[in-house]
């Protein structure tokens, strides 16, 4: 297939066998890249599939080697982990209901899976840590735990080590409230006693790339930031980097109608997530809340002159 890298021969199946910490990433979405590039920075090889060709482009110039899916048994065979960051289906998760055998059967010795901390669902403001009762109804949050369960039973049978990541919600340099602000397309609403947590894919990609590498983390550990926080807190601080007047503020009462299921869930769940396990395990987060964040973001804006304010 043009544009791919083909690992079908068994000369290419030796040559993958003799390099050290071999990592198979499954689902290289917007997160993968800056995974990848922390796999790479200490020393291992990045492996992965994606139809996408501009996102083929961008992680090839990084170093990640790009496999043609038919190749999957082959370069899973020598690998030492494999991280699946693809989102779940029907069967929960498509990686493992589709290559089970050949991950079985493999090199691999640890797997990542990325979740999301909304299978713990509304907690009603209240602090939720890593034991705490998942209590989410919303269709896309339980398809993530069906996935976490069925990779959870893979893994004892295949005698696999497993860590489940759960996410936070997620922001960086091509997804932000300062993008959708600039955009258009953000609409300040406010909702009692609603918050979040968010995490940086600086900060992902440093945790889930030095687990994937050193193989040593199991278990299920939340990735969130120090701060949970309101919508309108965040936005206000966005607002002010811009040097812009927050416009009229909603009430979630006053929308909810006119939001989309999956908006709507989004503001039916809230939660404040402890991070007391990742800061133990990984110490100082590059961006602790979404103030350092957000203002390393709005820097390099103004540092790129095809951005307009």
């Given at each position: 297939m043009s544009g791919f890298l083909c690992i079908t021969n068994l000369r290419e199946v030796l040559k993958i066998s003799k390099i050290k910490n071999k990592i198979v990433i499954m689902g290289l979405g917007k997160i993968s890249k800056e995974i990848c590039l922390n796999i790479i920075k200490k020393g291992s090889v990045a492996y992965g599939f994606t139809s996408?060709?501009?996102?083929?482009?961008?992680?090839?110039n990084i170093g990640v080697k790009i496999?043609?899916?038919?190749?999957?048994?082959?370069?899973?065979?020598?690998?030492?982990?494999?991280?699946?960051?693809?989102p779940p289906d029907k069967t929960g998760c498509p990686i493992i209901s589709?290559?089970?055998?050949?991950i079985a059967h493999s090199g691999v010795s640890w797997i990542g899976y990325v979740s999301s901390t909304g299978v713990y669902g509304d907690y009603k403001g209240k602090v939720v840590n890593e034991k705490s009762i998942l209590k989410s109804d919303a269709s896309?949050?339980?398809?993530?735990?069906?996935?976490?369960?069925?990779?959870?039973n893979f893994s004892l049978k295949s005698n696999k080590s497993l860590c489940i990541f759960r996410l936070s919600g997620i922001y960086g340099f091509e997804r932000n409230i300062i993008l959708q602000i600039l955009n258009d397309k953000f609409v300040p609403?406010?909702?009692?006693?609603?918050?979040?947590?968010?995490?940086?894919?600086?900060?992902?990609?440093?945790?889930?790339?030095?687990?994937?590498v050193s193989r040593n983390l199991e278990g299920i550990i939340n990735l969130s930031d120090n701060?949970?926080?309101?919508?309108?807190?965040?936005?206000?601080?966005?607002?002010?980097?811009?040097?812009?007047?927050?416009?009229?503020?909603?009430?979630?009462?006053?929308?909810?109608?006119?939001?989309?299921?999956?908006?709507?869930?989004?503001?039916?769940?809230?939660?404040?997530?402890?991070?007391?396990?990742?800061?133990?395990?990984?110490g100082k987060m590059i961006y602790p809340t979404y103030k350092e964040g957000l203002l390393d973001i709005h820097t390099s804006y103004l540092n790129n002159s095809s951005f307009k304010f």
């Open positions: 996408n060709r501009e996102r083929t482009y961008v992680l090839r496999f043609d899916i038919g190749s999957f048994d082959a370069v899973i065979q020598n690998a030492d982990s494999l991280v699946i960051t693809a589709k290559h089970k055998k050949s896309s949050s339980l398809s993530r735990l069906k996935a976490e369960n069925i990779i959870k609403i406010y909702k009692r006693n609603h918050f979040f947590n968010r995490i940086h894919e600086a900060d992902i990609g440093r945790i889930i790339g030095s687990c994937a701060k949970p926080a309101s919508q309108i807190e965040v936005a206000q601080y966005a607002y002010k980097l811009l040097g812009k007047k927050i416009p009229k503020i909603l009430n979630y009462e006053e929308v909810y109608k006119q939001l989309s299921p999956i908006r709507r869930s989004f503001w039916e769940n809230s939660r404040k997530i402890d991070n007391s396990l990742l800061k133990n395990t990984f």
